[in-house]
């Protein structure tokens, strides 16, 4: 095999695995809110007003993805935008990006996730982060649907 081919398998074999080794760990619902039921078949997402995010609640957003990160020190942060619902929930939209298990940055993941709590002490509860394929187009569709990019 000549330099070229072997250079062109190995990038290849490189992609693959950071497609399929994500800098982030799958996502659930911490409990309570993994106890509370899914919203009915076809109940559609209302945009919201956009809405500046305070110092509290950015630190909150970056405190709540890092929990998700493989290597959480590696995070860093690319565009973050929150709306507000007509209920008062804020949704927040962004971009994280992350060391994988081999230690390589895979790139930027869309997060989006619900801002809960008070003002005073805001949490933030991450519904998903996706990277490619079809997560990325469901956390896309719910950031652009909730009037977010």
Excluded at 19 to 46: F, K, M
Excluded at 56 to 63: D, G, L, P, S, T
Aim: hydrophobic share 40%; aromatic share 6%.
């Amino acid at each position: 095999m000549s330099p070229k081919a072997s250079a062109l398998a190995l990038l290849g074999l490189l992609a693959g695995c950071l497609q399929s080794d994500p800098a982030y760990l799958p996502v659930s619902l911490p409990p309570p809110y993994s106890t509370w039921p899914d919203a009915p078949q076809g109940t559609p997402i209302e945009p919201g007003m956009p809405v500046k995010l305070d110092p509290r609640q950015q630190e909150a957003v970056v405190a709540a993805v890092s929990k998700w990160m493989k290597d959480p020190p590696s995070a860093s942060f690319g565009t973050m935008a929150g709306v507000k619902g007509r209920q008062g929930h804020i949704v927040v939209c962004g971009e994280v990006d992350g060391r994988n298990s081999a230690g390589a940055y895979t790139g930027m993941a869309r997060f989006v996730g619900v801002m809960m709590g008070r003002p005073q002490a805001p949490e933030f509860v991450v519904v998903s982060i996706a990277q490619t394929g079809r997560e990325r187009t469901e956390v896309e569709g719910i950031c652009q649907k909730s009037g977010i990019f």
